[in-house]
């Protein structure tokens, strides 16, 4: 089958947190079982970038574009109309973009079904909030009154597109993650030795965007609140909104913090694998995830999660791989003061991580969306390739 997937960010732009990991996972899944699977996406850098590049396997066509942030016009359709008509089926990931209403348009337009997949934006909740509830208004029942299908990646999700989704294509799939990458992990001294944590000092570790999504001043409010002696936050993650990096500093020195938490930057591979493996604890307190891949990742790096119960992911890690709580300041430290300074509390809480690890690979998700794919293909006649058509590469 040919697949096109259309997003604004793409592996390896991994500041962006874990969208372009799960694209790219799930892409690469997909052309291992003999797909064949194209990317149109932008280049973030580069907004003159007009080019084709393979990126571990997979043909990805960069656009050019212009604009600010999520605001981003592809200049460029030509590229864009020949991939969705090489394409049997379009997949748009995400909302607050320009590049998926040109894409499912151009489908519409070409009678392809394309698939869309919002990834936790179907409510705006904090940013540019006028512009999200704009584009909600202008885009949004477009792409879900006309897409094949809309996927939600939790049953928090699915109930948040309830009310907006038709419910007879309204698909519940989970993330996958590539556990492949957690069964040789490097030694945690390293991390602790290079920031200067002692060996046996608590360590909580939180790993995303620093953004107000991830409601990380919660997050320091009640782990000063907990009040573990010796105990050490790591915040890992790009600062791409330096106002609110900037308030979470003036934050930790109000509450006298700034030897006790870390902001490192971003870490990537083998340097993200030794932050896990140095911790105590794993904290994932957002206000919204559609369902948590950081979170997955420090399950199968073998590390307990405390995380809030607005996490799609929440009710699979639950009292069998961590602790899901409320989103509120006492009952995060009260779980924090628990887990960070108690073995046998986190002993206690991830009796059953083996049973959630078993749950977290690709192989359920890649089944669900080669069925998904084939039912709505089969249910809308595709045009028949022409001669040109076959001539047209990314």
């Not at 996406?41 to 960069?62: C, F, K, M, W």
């Not at 009292?319 to 046998?344: E, F, H, I, P, W």
């Not at 991830?350 to 049973?355: D, M, V, W």
Request: charged fraction near 20%; glycine fraction near 6%.
């Amino acid at each position: 089958m040919r697949i096109l997937q259309v997003t604004p960010v793409y592996y390896p732009e991994l500041q962006f947190g874990g969208p372009p990991q799960k694209i790219h996972g799930l892409s690469q899944g997909l052309a291992r079982r003999g797909h064949q699977v194209r990317v149109v996406t932008l280049d973030s850098a580069q907004r003159t970038a007009n080019h084709q590049a393979v990126v571990e396997g997979i043909p990805v066509q960069y656009l050019a574009w212009a604009g600010r942030k999520a605001w981003q016009v592809p200049l460029s359709w030509r590229a864009l109309v020949e991939a969705v008509r090489w394409a049997e089926v379009v997949h748009c990931y995400g909302l607050y973009n320009l590049l998926c209403p040109l894409a499912a348009w151009q489908a519409q337009q070409l009678g392809k079904p394309f698939l869309l997949e919002p990834q936790g934006m179907a409510v705006a909740q904090t940013g540019n909030l006028p512009a999200k509830r704009l584009y909600h208004r202008t885009f949004t029942p477009y792409l879900l009154r006309r897409a094949a299908g809309v996927i939600a990646t939790s049953p928090a999700e699915a109930a948040d597109l309830a009310g907006a989704a038709p419910p007879d294509r309204l698909i519940v799939r989970r993330n996958g993650i590539d556990l492949d990458q957690f069964r040789s992990l490097p030694a945690g001294s390293g991390f602790r030795d290079h920031y200067g944590i002692a060996a046996g000092a608590p360590l909580a570790l939180f790993i995303g965007r620093i953004s107000p999504i991830k409601n990380l001043e919660m997050l320091l409010r009640a782990f000063a609140q907990a009040g573990i002696p010796d105990a050490r936050l790591a915040l890992v993650g790009p600062m791409l909104e330096p106002y609110y990096a900037a308030h979470l500093r003036a934050v930790c020195s109000e509450l006298a913090l700034d030897e006790a938490v870390l902001f490192t930057g971003p870490l990537y591979d083998d340097d993200k694998l030794a932050a896990l493996t140095s911790a105590d604890l794993f904290v994932l307190p957002s206000l919204s995830e559609s369902f948590g891949n950081a979170a997955a990742e420090a399950v199968a790096a073998g590390l307990p999660v405390l995380l809030t119960d607005t996490c799609g992911i929440a009710h699979q890690i639950h009292g069998r791989a961590g602790l899901s709580v409320t989103v509120d300041q006492a009952a995060l430290a009260s779980a924090l003061s628990a887990l960070l300074a108690d073995a046998d509390q986190r002993a206690m809480v991830t009796s059953r991580r083996s049973e959630v690890l078993a749950e977290l690979s690709w192989s359920e998700p890649l089944d669900q969306m080669e069925r998904l794919y084939l039912d709505i293909t089969n249910r809308l006649p595709t045009p028949a390739l022409t001669a040109a058509d076959l001539k047209t590469t990314l």
